[in-house]
Structure formats: C-alpha cells, structure tokens
C-alpha cells in the first residue's frame, strides 16, 4: 500500500491527452511538500519528468506537466506518441515518515 | 550526464548482510544541497525509497527498513555505500543509486544508476 495513490493503467490513442493523478495526505502533498515525476520504460531506470510540481529539467519536452492542487497533483502528457508507453511515478516527502515516498506506478498504455 | 553506478553482490543468504556500493562522477557531495541515495523496485513493483546522505552528512532512512540500514559516504572516493543486515526475501529487488537535489523543501532524483538486482535466497 504506497502513500501516495496513483490509478494502476490509463490509457489513449496517439495524439491524445492524458492525465495521471497522485493523491496523498496532509502529511505529504498536502503540507506543502513538492510532486515529482518519473518516466520509468520496461527494463531500464526511471527518469526525472517534471521536478518541484511543474518544472521540466532541460531535454524533457513541453508535451508533459505537472500541476499540484491541495492534496493531489497530476501529470499531463499531450500528443500522446507510442514511445511514451511506460511506467510512471509520482514522489514526494511525508512529514510523518520522515521520508521521501512514490505512488504505486502508473502504467500507461497507448492504443 | 552524471554517471552512477552500484557494485555489489547480485546474491545474498537471508540473514546475511548486504553492502552496496555507488560510485558516481561529474560532482560533489560537498555541494550544498546534493544528496546520494538509494531507491530498491522488488520484481513488478513499485519503487521504494531506502536511504538518503546529505552533503553535510545528514542521513536518512525508510521507516520499513528500521534500523538494519546504513549509508555512509567517502567523498575523496566520491562514494556512497548502503549496508543492510539481516537480509530477507523479501529484500528481494533492483537497488538504484540515485542523486538527490534539494528544491525550496522536497528533493527530486535527478540521476539514476542502472541498478543493480540483489535476490536474497538460500
């Protein structure tokens, strides 16, 4: 059971838009405490994607960004392209465990 | 690119103990605000935070392992090791090394090592 909650599997066709959300606590994404976003394809590491809620590091496209709302945040990606089926996490820091948490894994699926 | 990379045993007992060791370029862990960490995903799951040093040594680490990991990290080296004992299992996993940044309260893991897969069996 992670802290943060992430939807198992979404799924779009090419072109499309899609959104994955991430639910915490106030212990977490509700205390202030920042979302970040990883990009992880099969068999290799995860990737940063979107750091300090919105922010993309150098090389990451515009097509993905982060928003953060009371105790959520959520990761757009438009003009889905096949190469973007992958695993996707969110992470953040909770106060009450001191330490860093993930969602369980988004996995996205293009049609 | 910053290259991590973890070295250490791909096969351990249970109960023995695990010492994992990254080794990493292109900077310092006397930089304000880096940190070097480890982040384990067992076979088809999540991915779970383990441990975190500090540039300033400040050390931190996942409730669920309790008190059966230790970071440490050599600067002069520029390496971080991870040892923990009573394996189990369960510990069963892929073991990233990873680089940490600070941004105004939350860290984010910019560089990630390919990792390295520990399986605890007998």
């Known amino acids: 059971q992670s802290v943060l909650t992430q939807p198992p599997s979404v799924s779009g066709a090419p072109g499309q838009r899609v959104t994955i959300s991430c639910t915490g606590s106030?212990?977490?994404?509700?205390?202030?405490?920042?979302v970040n976003w990883y990009r992880q394809l099969p068999g290799t590491a995860p990737k940063l994607l979107i750091y300090?809620?919105?922010n993309r590091p150098s090389g990451v496209p515009d097509r993905f960004s982060g928003s953060k709302s009371g105790t959520s945040a959520s990761l757009a990606i438009t003009g889905l392209q096949v190469e973007d089926e992958a695993d996707y996490y969110c992470q953040s820091f909770d106060n009450m465990l001191t330490g860093e948490v993930f969602g369980g894994g988004t996995m996205l699926t293009v049609l | 690119q910053i290259p991590l990379k973890e070295s250490g045993p791909t096969l351990v007992k249970p109960t023995q103990t695990l010492t994992l060791t990254c080794t990493f370029s292109g900077f310092s862990l006397t930089t304000i605000g880096v940190g070097v960490g480890w982040v384990r995903q067992p076979p088809g799951k999540a991915l779970e935070w383990v441990a975190l040093i500090y540039w300033d040594d400040d050390k931190r680490y996942s409730p669920s392992l309790k008190s059966r990991a230790t970071i440490t990290k050599d600067t002069s080296k520029n390496q971080v090791v991870l040892t923990v004992n009573n394996m189990d299992p369960v510990d069963t996993a892929t073991y990233f090394c990873?680089?940490?940044?600070?941004?105004?309260?939350?860290?984010?893991?910019?560089?990630w090592g390919q990792g390295v897969l520990v399986t605890v069996s007998s």
């Open positions: 300090g809620n919105k």
């Open positions: 106030g212990s977490n994404i509700g205390a202030g405490y920042a």
């Open positions: 990873v680089r940490s940044q600070e941004h105004f309260i939350t860290n984010f893991f910019d560089y």
